[in-house]
């Protein structure tokens, strides 16, 4: 399965958009790229994925480079309540697999 | 849609004791994961079940944790005897698809203090 990585932390004020990238150079040609994030004392907590095209929900935006090897997620105005680290991942739809987390990015939103 | 529940949410052992967590899953979820999260690291799977069948258990360490996930719903995670390096969060998730091409559901998780 293909590994991700990630910076290890980032900052972001409150209310500008939030850009977390994600590099993921081994990923195959059926393996989706999802995110999830996890809030302090909390269970990690899905956001997005994605294959190829870019994809949009009411909590983010999923941009993935044409020959998907990395991404970004977007959170367009970021608050307070979005501190939290947030874990890319990739993974197929067949077999046995192995969902793999790594440490994530610890993003600090402030005032 | 009720969430994953997953009991106690705390627990404080000393080494050598044993612990049981227990996990239910979102009905109707053919996938179940036990996960160890070590304060600052992310989540390492422990196992995996398929309804209740083991997908991969090649992180889990045999000689003292056990899990079975009974009639294919909820399942229970054990620490016989618990090591200070046991102390984490054990976190439980399904997912619906029986293919793993869905998106995982976590519990709160069960915070393990061994003294």
């Known amino acids: 399965d293909a590994k991700t990585t990630q910076p290890t932390s980032m900052d972001c004020a409150e209310g500008r958009a939030a850009n977390l990238p994600c590099n993921h150079s081994?990923?195959?040609?059926?393996?989706?790229v999802y995110w999830y994030r996890q809030i302090h004392s909390q269970g990690p907590q899905y956001i997005i994925h994605?294959?190829?095209n870019n994809e949009t929900n009411e909590m983010a935006s999923l941009i993935i480079t044409e020959d998907r090897k990395s991404s970004t997620l977007i959170l367009p105005h970021a608050t307070l309540r979005d501190t939290a680290v947030y874990y890319c991942?990739?993974?197929?739809?067949?077999?046995?697999?192995?969902?793999?987390f790594g440490r994530g990015t610890s993003l600090i939103v402030h005032p | 849609e009720a969430g994953v529940a997953q009991s106690p949410r705390y627990k404080i052992i000393e080494k050598r004791q044993s612990v049981a967590f227990w996990c239910n899953p979102i009905?109707?979820?053919?996938?179940l994961y036990w996960y160890q999260q070590i304060l600052g690291q992310g989540p390492k799977l422990l196992i995996q079940?398929?309804?209740?069948?083991?997908?991969?258990d090649s992180q889990l360490p045999k000689d003292r944790f056990s899990a079975e996930r009974l009639k294919g719903v909820d399942s229970t995670l054990k620490i016989q005897p618990a090591k200070l390096e046991d102390s984490a969060v054990y976190l439980c998730?399904?997912?619906?698809?029986?293919?793993?091409?869905?998106?995982?559901?976590f519990g709160e998780g069960s915070r393990l203090t061994v003294l």
């Open positions: 009905s109707g979820h053919a996938t």
């Open positions: 991942i990739v993974r197929g739809t067949g077999g046995s697999y192995i969902p793999t």
């Open positions: 079940f398929q309804n209740n069948g083991v997908v991969d």
């Open positions: 081994t990923i195959s040609g059926n393996e989706y």
């Open positions: 998730a399904s997912s619906l698809d029986e293919t793993g091409g869905r998106e995982l559901f």
């Open positions: 994605g294959l190829k």
